[in-house]
């Protein structure tokens, strides 16, 4: 199971930071991912991040300001937000599947094998 925390409401350029544990057992392979969904779009891909190795990837409009990373010990991945604005205001959801996925892949929702219940993030202007 995925269990996803760290949503609120925050004011542009504030910080949030997102957790998602992988409850139940161990992870240590595979990819994580992060995706949103905002009123009226699709789910789209926010960042992902290899399990082995660590290696991360995200989508251009959140380069610079979101970092994912993991801490190994507590099977948890984290999307720390910086600099939050309006249009990051969605429904964040995490995913997780056991293969290690390709860069044009792992951008895609339908790959994924897990995925946590979602958490709302509110940026106000």
């Known amino acids: 199971q995925l269990q996803a925390s760290g949503g609120g409401l925050v004011q542009a350029g504030g910080s949030l930071k997102l957790s998602c544990e992988v409850a139940g057992g161990t992870f240590n392979r595979g990819t994580m991912g992060w995706f949103r969904r905002a009123p009226g779009k699709e789910r789209e891909f926010v960042a992902a991040l290899r399990w082995s190795g660590g290696r991360t990837y995200s989508t251009h409009s959140v380069k610079g300001r979101f970092t994912i990373s993991r801490d190994n010990a507590r099977n948890t991945v984290y999307l720390q937000m910086n600099s939050l604005e309006p249009e990051d205001t969605a429904v964040y959801y995490c995913?997780?599947?056991?293969?290690?996925?390709?860069?044009?892949?792992?951008?895609?929702?339908?790959?994924?094998?897990?995925w946590g219940p979602g958490t709302q993030v509110t940026v106000s202007s």
């Open positions: 995913a997780a599947d056991p293969a290690v996925l390709i860069t044009g892949v792992m951008r895609s929702t339908s790959v994924y094998s897990y």
